[in-house]
Every structure is written in C-alpha cells, then in structure tokens.
C-alpha cells in the first residue's frame, strides 16, 4: 500500500471527528454546573450525585441489567442450537421454513416486531413486565447470535466431530468435548451481542414493557422528549465509559489469545 | 436428543415469532371496537367450525382501503423511501471515503481504526441520537460556533427538521456502511492499481475504473444496512424530527399508543412489510452472490 494522500488524511480525520465529537460535547456537559446543557458554568459533579438519588433512574437500570442478562443468556443456548441444526443437520421437515425465521428477525423493523409480539402477549392474556421483556428480546437477539455462531460453524470441518463419534463419544459428549470448544469465542461474543442489544432496545422493549417494568432506554427516551439535562449526560457518560472499558478489554484479551495461539503453534511446529 | 435440538428453537420461533405476525395479520382485517382487545371479531372457538366461519367473514380489507383514502399514510410511506434514500446516499458519501482511507493506511494502524469504527456501534443507539439534540437546537453548539466563526448571525433551526433526521441516520448508521466497503477494499490487491497505472491510466482513472468496481459488493452491502433500518426507524425521527417529519415508524407507534387504533397500525405494519420485501429479496441475493464470489 502507498502512503495516505492528504485526501485521505482530511477524511480519516474529519469521519472520526463527525463520530466522536458529538459524544465528547456530551461527556465534557456532564460535568457542567449549570442546569442549562449549553452554557458552560464551570466544574461541576452534582449531576452524578442527582443521578445516583434518582431511584426510578437506579430502578430501571437495575430492571435493565436483569433483562440482559436473562435474554442474552437464554438467546446464546437457542442460537446456539438453532446454528448448529443449520449448519450440521442437512434435511429436515420445514428446514426453510426454520432458516427463513432464524433471517426475518434481522431485517424485521422493531415497530412491527414490538407491535406484533405485544398483540400476542395480550392475545394469550399474559401479564406485561419483565418477563414479557425477556422473551421479546430473546426472540430477536437468538437471531443474531445464530449467524455469529453457524459462520464460525462452517469454517471448521466436521470430521473432527466425526472422529469423535467414532471413537465412542455420544453426540453430547462430542459437542461439548469438541465442537464447543471450538466455536467458543463466537458464542461469546454471540452473548455479548445479545446483551447489548438487549441494553439498548427502546422500541422492542417499549411495546413489550408494562406499567410494573420499565427499562433504562424507556426511562431516558421519555425524560429526552422533554428536553435535554445534564442528568441524562451525567447517565450517557457512564454507560460510555462502561461500553468502552468492555470494548477495549475483549479486544486485548482476543489480541492476547491470538497471539498465545500463534507462539503455541510456532512452537508446536 | 436430535429431535430435541432441532424442536426446541424451532417452536420458539413458531410461538414468538410466526404466530405473533400471523396475529398481525389477522387484526389488520379486523374492526376497531371499544372493547378490551379493542378490535373485533375476536375468534371464538367454543362454537367449532361454525364460529370459526363466521369469524372469518367479519374480516375485511376495510383498514387497507381506509390507507389509501387518507393521505397521511400515503405521504408517510413516501417520504419514509425519499429519506430512507437520500440517507442512505448521503452516508455513502461519507462513508466511503473514510473506508477507503482506512484500507489504504497503514497495516498497524488499520485495527486501531477498525476499532475506532466499532466502538460507537457498541453504545447506545439513543444515546448518540441525544447527543445531537443539544448541538442542533436553536441555542446549540452548532449555532453557537457558527455565530462565533461570523458565518451567520441568526441562529438555524435545524433541530426538529428534515434536516436533523438526516444528520441523525447519517451519523448513527455511518458504522453500517464504513465496515463491509472497508471489508471489500481492504481484499484488493494492491498490483491491480499499479498494473492500471502502468497500462496508462492516471490515479483517477485507476480509481474509478478499478477500485471502485472492485468495492461494489461492499458498497450495495453497506446501502441495504443502512436503507434497510432506516425505511421504519422511529427513534430518530421522533427525536430529531419535526412534528411534520413523516416517517411510517412513527405513525405506526401514534396509532397505536396514541389513536388506540390496533386494526390501523396492524394494516400500516403490513404494508411496511410488503415494500421491505423488495430489498430484503435483493439483498440477500446480493450477499449470495458475494459468497460465490469468495469460494
């Protein structure tokens, strides 16, 4: 590759500035005194201090991080299972039927998915809360966690698996003894997919949630339609903060394996 | 224990996923009542086939024809593809050169950048659509710096405008379209261009003739993932858009949290449906083709 033209130097800097800028104006904000967002008043940490008394604030993050959990971990076994009757099983009854359903969530907007799992909430008379919210999010993010899972599936052979069996693994067994191990770092970060999808869902969660549940988007969305506050920025920071540490420490630890793989193969050899 | 692991996600998807749509469905035949549901017929099976008959003839395509009378939604939809369109060129056109700037750096540098890319993609969608109400106001960042510069002197109303729904999809779904040209870019050979070069034609030439045919999958890729979405966001139009900013994603959601008018959104969320096919077939195509490509 040639040397970066000053044509590619402008853009680089100025798409990242167009990426970051808006969040840096955010996060300095947070630390405004003044109640204005806009006028500078000076150094301030009250924001932070109002956040952590807000208890409907705390409520729905604490409701957030559960539904998180659960959906992610839930969607991460049934993506996983569905990856994997993809990719290994060949034929079976209504096998386009399967794989259509496993896509369509993808590209489905959130307003028909929202409007359409809450029809069918009220339908089967089932209460709207937390549990509503988990299998709403569920639904959609075992999709996403399929097609991370099953294109790490193809690219390794199955005749690992086969030998295996061969040997006198049951197919239990030689999932778990072989093929898991192996498709790991996708189901992890399969897992990790779904649980910020699930963080991040206002529109899904917004139709699934009922009086006795609400997540921290649905709480930030309606306080935002007012208007713009520091306690918002004050919020917005730290889940940028937290996002970023997460990002930063799963990419250096995947460099670190890698690497580690690489000696250990250099050795082996 | 085979049949299991097939049947376990198979009847999730069937329950959440299938029989809601088919729910959807069926209200969009349906009459709005004031009853709770608010629609009717419910479907009653205690009377067996005879109810089910005559559940089926109270279904109408009323809520379809009621569409095209009013032209909100006709307006709604159109105005939904015309920014869905103009967005999804628009972030191209910043996109891509970006994509191409980080193919084209070093290679040490090239997952630094890669990161710098992803990192945004992992925070809060509606948080980054926030950040953008407090530089596009009246009183903004956006106005203060450009009446400091001199450039105006009357602040813009840009907020709560066309406009601000713009800059919200480009800037939200920028990481949609900088990472599969990226992909596409980064693959090229590095000799074609020389090869261009040396038969004659100059590095515009060698640009447009053998890079960018080169990115097409990369750029058709990233086009649907960010017409895709945003043909029926809601998020942003809400918050950044006017009051006369259409978009279907939010009609839906005022019929439905605000009209109470279930038989109506269920028929808007069908049509919505029926122009998404179109992309969603060709893409998937397109990403076919890709793959044949590779092997």
């Known amino acids: 590759m040639r040397r970066l033209s000053t044509f590619n130097i402008v853009s680089l800097t100025l798409g990242f500035a167009f990426l970051y800028i808006p969040m840096v104006i955010l996060v300095v904000y947070s630390f405004n005194e003044s109640k204005l967002v806009t006028v500078w008043a000076g150094f301030s940490t009250k924001w932070y201090g109002e956040l952590l008394q807000n208890e409907a604030m705390i409520d729905a993050a604490w409701v957030t991080v559960k539904v998180a959990f659960f959906s992610s971990t839930i969607a991460t076994v049934l993506g996983t299972m569905a990856a994997y009757v993809i990719v290994r099983r060949g034929r079976f009854f209504g096998r386009t039927l399967f794989s259509g359903m496993i896509y369509a969530p993808l590209v489905m907007p959130e307003v028909i998915t929202g409007l359409s799992l809450l029809l069918l909430f009220i339908a089967i008379g089932l209460d709207r809360g937390v549990l509503t919210i988990v299998l709403a999010h569920t639904t959609f993010s075992m999709c996403y966690v399929s097609v991370v899972v099953s294109s790490r599936l193809v690219s390794f052979d199955d005749s690992l698996e086969e030998a295996a069996l061969d040997l006198g693994a049951s197919p239990f067994e030689a999932f778990r003894l072989v093929t898991l191990p192996i498709i790991a770092p996708a189901v992890i970060s399969g897992w990790l997919l779904a649980f910020t999808l699930s963080l991040d869902d206002l529109v899904i969660a917004s139709f699934a949630a009922g009086p006795s549940a609400t997540t921290l988007p649905i709480k930030i969305f309606s306080s935002v339609r007012l208007g713009v506050s520091p306690e918002i920025n004050a919020l917005s920071t730290i889940i940028i903060a937290i996002v970023t540490v997460g990002v930063l420490t799963a990419s250096i630890v995947s460099k670190r394996q890698i690497t580690q793989r690489l000696k250990e193969e250099a050795q082996a050899d | ?295």
Do not use: H
């Open chain 2, 1 to 295: 224990m085979r049949r299991l692991l097939v049947a376990v996600p198979y009847v999730w998807l069937v329950v959440l996923f299938l029989v809601p749509f088919g729910i959807v469905l069926k209200i969009s035949l349906s009459d709005i009542a004031l009853a709770i549901p608010p629609y009717t017929p419910t479907l009653d099976l205690s009377e067996g086939w005879t109810g089910f008959k005559a559940f089926l003839s109270q279904l109408d395509l009323e809520n379809y024809v009621f569409l095209t009378s009013d032209d909100l939604y006709w307006k709604a939809y159109l105005s939904s593809l015309q920014i869905a369109f103009l967005s999804t060129f628009f972030t191209l056109l910043v996109g891509f050169p970006v994509a191409y700037a980080m193919a084209r750096a070093a290679e040490e540098w090239r997952p630094a950048l890669l990161m710098l890319v992803i990192l945004p993609f992992w925070t809060s969608f509606l948080i980054r659509v926030y950040a953008w109400i407090g530089i596009l106001s009246t009183e903004g960042f956006l106005n203060q710096f450009l009446m400091w510069t001199g450039v105006i002197s009357e602040p813009l109303t840009i907020l709560n405008t066309n406009t601000a729904v713009y800059i919200g999809i480009v800037y939200t779904y920028l990481p949609f379209m900088i990472l599969p040209i990226y992909a596409t870019l980064e693959k090229m050979d590095g000799s074609l261009l020389e090869a261009a070069e040396d038969l004659g034609c100059s590095r515009m030439q060698a640009f447009w003739l053998v890079t960018v045919p080169l990115a097409m999958p990369g750029v058709v890729a990233g086009c649907f993932l960010v017409f895709i979405p945003t043909l029926g966001e809601f998020v942003i139009p809400s918050l950044l858009g006017g009051s006369d900013t259409l978009m279907i994603g939010k009609v839906l959601w005022e019929e439905f949290f605000n009209n109470r008018d279930w038989p109506v959104a269920s028929s808007v969320a069908i049509i919505l449906l029926l122009i998404l096919i179109v992309p969603i077939i060709l893409f998937q195509r397109n990403q076919q083709i890709n793959k044949e490509a590779d092997q």
